[in-house]
């Protein structure tokens, strides 16, 4: 079987599996009774919580949840704590089946915006959200976006991964580059220059993985002018003049700086291809770099940090969002949200983020000054993330229907597919016709 046969079967197999759990809870779960009072004083020990949490690139963040955490609030209140750690890619079809079943996790990490995907299924924490964000010096825009659904908080923000692109200076200055390119075009000149002297590539995933594939070309999206709808999320307008001059420029700089074998990548193979020296370039989370420093000493040195260029439209990010929520089918929901309120907290959360060295960054705005855990200035740029990052559905509110498309990938195949050889014009058409069934329109 040929490559590109080989990834447009895996491709669409993906696809059917995580639109299948996508839909799963809100099609056929009955609607859980609304979840007790939290009113009242709670009652922690003898009691049992469940977190299901995600496995973090960097081993001391899973540290902190499975040690820490315990000994520091589980152990002191008396409380049996379960923290039950699953593969990104893996915590959808999880959650899905607890919500389905009525049972499973106190507690569960979200991502993107399943707390409007599922929002039937989840208790108001729309006060504990209130005193975090406060506390914290307020939720970045974005943060607030995924997590709150019709004005109900359906969830907390926990975090978000800010996605950066990790390069190789002395590689990008022996192709005759200064400084890492400001714009889409300059990138493609500079990828292919680097390419041609090193025969190294830029690594970019595109394939069905949580984080790296949606968080580039969501953005590279929008910087042409692109989006999934309107302002409203009510006229569709992925058929458009701007998409397909995203397209063509995305193809240009697919074949001229990257390789296909990345159509068959998940969020973990550009960390090891990039650890290998296999690759000069790739988007990912600060794992790289920290992992680098670690094992690597010279990788590291040679290692700079830069956002993502801009497009014609601007310069936007997507990181990815996290969140916490408490189905509403935990009848004592009290530990929960006490555990939710604790990790939270600024100082608590402080502790994290310094276990973590800033890998994942705080939903408040805190986390960029007072709660910082790096002086490493190779990081700055991660600082500006809460502030330029967009959501599932930009520019129109974050949705049911957006967030169900982002679970099908329907996006990361529009541009996988110009990748693999379609047009561009095909391509939006498959999309265009993707998005009508779960929009509705």
Not at 37 to 42: I, L
Not at 173 to 201: H, I, M, Q, R, Y
Not at 339 to 349: C, E, Q, T, V
Request: hydrophobic fraction near 40%; aromatic fraction near 10%; proline fraction near 7%.
């Amino acid at each position: 079987m040929e490559a590109r046969e080989i990834a447009t079967n895996r491709l669409s197999r993906r696809r059917f599996l995580y639109g299948a759990a996508a839909l799963a809870a809100a099609a056929c779960a009955p609607a859980a009774s609304p979840s007790p009072s939290a009113s009242g004083p709670v009652v922690l020990k003898g009691t049992k919580v469940q977190l299901l949490h995600w496995t973090s690139f960097v081993p001391d963040e899973d540290k902190w949840f499975k040690e820490t955490l315990v000994n520091d609030w589980a152990k002191p209140n008396g409380v049996d704590l379960t923290v039950e750690l699953v593969s990104a890619n893996e915590a959808q079809p999880k959650i899905v089946a607890a919500l389905q079943a009525g049972g499973g996790p106190d507690v569960m990490l979200l991502q993107w915006t399943w707390s409007h995907l599922y929002a039937d299924k989840l208790a108001d924490v729309s006060d504990i959200a209130e005193k975090v964000g406060s506390d914290g010096g307020g939720f970045y825009d974005a943060m607030k976006q995924n997590a709150q659904v019709q004005g109900t908080w359906r969830a907390v923000p926990f975090g978000m991964l800010g996605n950066a692109i990790h390069y190789r200076d002395s590689l990008l200055k022996d192709a005759g580059a200064t400084k890492f390119p400001e714009t889409w075009s300059e990138l493609t000149k500079v990828g292919a220059d680097v390419k041609a002297k090193s025969k190294l590539f830029l690594g970019q995933a595109i394939g069905h993985s949580f984080g790296d594939p949606p968080t580039f070309v969501q953005p590279f999206l929008w910087s042409y002018g692109g989006s999934e709808t309107d302002e409203s999320g009510k006229k569709l307008a992925v058929n458009s003049a701007a998409t397909k001059d995203a397209l063509v420029a995305f193809k240009d700089l697919f074949s001229k700086a990257a390789d296909p074998q990345v159509l068959s990548w998940d969020d973990s193979a550009n960390n090891r291809s990039y650890a290998a020296k296999q690759i000069w370039a790739t988007l990912n989370g600060a794992s790289i770099y920290l992992t680098a420093v670690k094992d690597a000493p010279d990788l590291a040195k040679d290692t700079k940090l830069a956002l993502l260029p801009s497009g014609p439209k601007g310069q936007f990010l997507l990181a990815v969002p996290f969140q916490y929520a408490v189905p509403k089918y935990v009848k004592d929901p009290g530990p929960a949200r006490e555990l939710i309120s604790y990790i939270m907290a600024p100082k608590n959360y402080g502790s994290f983020m310094k276990a973590g060295k800033g890998y994942t960054l705080a939903p408040y705005k805190k986390g960029e000054g007072d709660l910082w855990p790096s002086t490493d200035a190779t990081f700055d740029p991660f600082r500006k993330i809460g502030t330029l990052t967009k959501w599932y559905g930009y520019p129109a509110p974050p949705s049911t229907a957006a967030a169900e498309s982002g679970s099908k990938y329907i996006l990361v195949d529009m541009f996988a597919k110009v990748a693999q050889g379609d047009t561009p014009e095909s391509a939006m058409s498959w999309a265009e016709g993707e998005l009508k069934r779960v929009y509705k329109l």
